[in-house]
């Protein structure tokens, strides 16, 4: 029996729904898939989750936890989690990506940005086994982009020099990650996790919440890896984050100019992780979209490198591989 037909029975037998109406709803970087079932007027997400490769406990944790705080996560409906089904609730087939084509982002950014901060308000109990976002796996991620990105995608594993830049560039970056403020972390708060639903956002991707650094989400939203916003609408909105937060007492900076150093950090280290990811998502999984995002991601990085003396000579690195994109060298 295949997986799709092993849901399909679990479907019919546990949750009175016909299985014969599965239909993909979205694709996934991970082993995940998603399906829109119906029944009557009403609709459904199933997920498949293979149990081998896939872990459902925290996807229903942190959905518990979202949903009490008064966050739109879907409900969960059913589970089965030595299958690696599990049921959830519709929240629609429109992503905030999907939504800015016709509709104007200011207005989904604000409902966004405070859904943010009620997130990082949360208070997150010992008992939901939610990991720290430590020292060691800011570095693990980082060190993605020289193994798939600098090495296998554009054929460049670095030399001793380009190690001591690394290095130094890591320590300073993991440094200044940890000493801001600790929160509730999703991960991937960006246009293609945020639902264009009422009340919204509908918020979905949430499995792989760790506690970590304030301005990461904010780096995951307003430097999205899918769609590109200019500079002084960035700042717009991270300003309105930053006020709202000081009056819910989150742990902010009381200096603008601070906050700001520190989210430009925090967004080195996710899109250094990014370039890494989507390179791997290229040669090892053979998903090749991601490819498409690689330049925006790189040119964010490199901006924020280039106003830091202490990321200068990372930025350098990262210019060698943009020359070497634009001339078309690693496709």
């Not at 999703?186 to 970590?212: K, T, W």
């Not at 939203?221 to 769609?227: K, Q, S």
């Amino acid at each position: 029996m295949t997986r799709l037909e092993a849901l399909a029975h679990w479907l019919e037998k546990n949750c009175n729904i016909a299985g014969s109406s599965l239909m993909p709803a979205s694709s996934d970087a991970s082993f995940r898939r998603y399906f829109r079932i119906s029944q009557g007027k009403r609709s459904y997400i199933v997920m498949d989750a293979p149990p081998e490769l896939e872990d459902c406990t925290s996807f229903i944790a942190i959905a518990t936890v979202l949903r009490s705080a008064g966050l739109r996560a879907p409900e969960i409906f059913a589970q089965d989690l030595t299958l690696g089904f599990l049921l959830l609730e519709d929240l629609g087939a429109q992503t905030y990506l999907d939504a800015l084509q016709c509709q104007d982002a200011d207005p989904l950014y604000r409902r966004a940005l405070s859904a943010l901060c009620t997130l990082q308000e949360i208070s997150v109990e010992s008992s939901h086994n939610i990991p720290l976002y430590d020292g060691q796996k800011l570095q693990t991620e980082m060190d993605l982009c020289p193994t798939w990105y600098f090495n296998q995608h554009l054929g460049r594993p670095f030399n001793q020099e380009s190690q001591e830049i690394w290095k130094q560039a890591s320590a300073a970056i993991i440094q200044n990650c940890l000493a801001q403020g600790q929160v509730l972390v999703h991960r991937d708060y960006h246009s293609r996790n945020l639902m264009a639903c009422e009340p919204g956002p509908g918020i979905l991707d949430f499995q792989d919440a760790v506690i970590g650094p304030i301005t990461y989400d904010l780096v995951s939203l307003l430097r999205d890896a899918y769609i590109e916003f200019d500079e002084e609408q960035q700042l717009d909105w991270l300003v309105r984050w930053w006020e709202q937060a000081r009056k819910m007492g989150l742990h902010v900076p009381d200096d603008m100019g601070e906050c700001y150093r520190n989210f430009e950090w925090m967004g080195v280290q996710r899109h250094l992780k990014i370039l890494g990811i989507f390179a791997r998502l290229h040669h090892r999984d053979g998903k090749s979209s991601y490819l498409d995002s690689i330049p925006r991601v790189l040119s964010y990085t490199q901006k924020a490198c280039e106003r830091y003396i202490e990321l200068r000579p990372l930025s350098r690195l990262l210019a060698d591989s943009h020359d070497q994109l634009s001339e078309g060298l690693s496709f």
